[in-house]
């Protein structure tokens, strides 16, 4: 069955950096878009950034855009996203998703900035 998991969510201060990570299993990685959403508390879910299947294209949300790297490893089945000068307005619950038709999405992993 599909899996996508998340990892390195965690505490980090106002300009500070983290790694987060998606591991994914079960339909061919390579071939597909994949994405990364947050969403905040009272707040809805947001796309940050997404890649194209062969890593061609990226795009990003103006809010990170020049902070934040979306990449990915497809011999690994790999997604990444690379966040810098983090700020406390990026504090969400972060999402890894395959958006094409059937959706699935991962569990989610926390990202709070704070001092």
């Known amino acids: 069955q599909v899996q996508l998991v998340e990892s390195g969510g965690g505490l980090v201060q106002p300009g500070g950096s983290l790694r987060l990570s998606c591991a994914a299993s079960?339909?061919?990685?390579?071939?597909?878009?994949m994405s990364w959403y947050r969403q905040a508390p009272g707040k809805e879910r947001e796309l940050v950034a997404a890649i194209t299947g062969g890593g061609g294209r990226i795009n990003y949300a103006d809010s990170v855009k020049g902070r934040f790297t979306i990449s990915r490893d497809n011999a690994k089945n790999m997604l990444y996203l690379q966040m810098n000068s983090l700020k406390p307005e990026d504090t969400a619950v972060y999402y890894c998703a395959k958006v094409a038709t059937p959706q699935y999405w991962g569990q989610g992993t926390q990202v709070t900035v704070s001092s």
């Open positions: 079960g339909f061919t990685f390579s071939s597909y878009a």
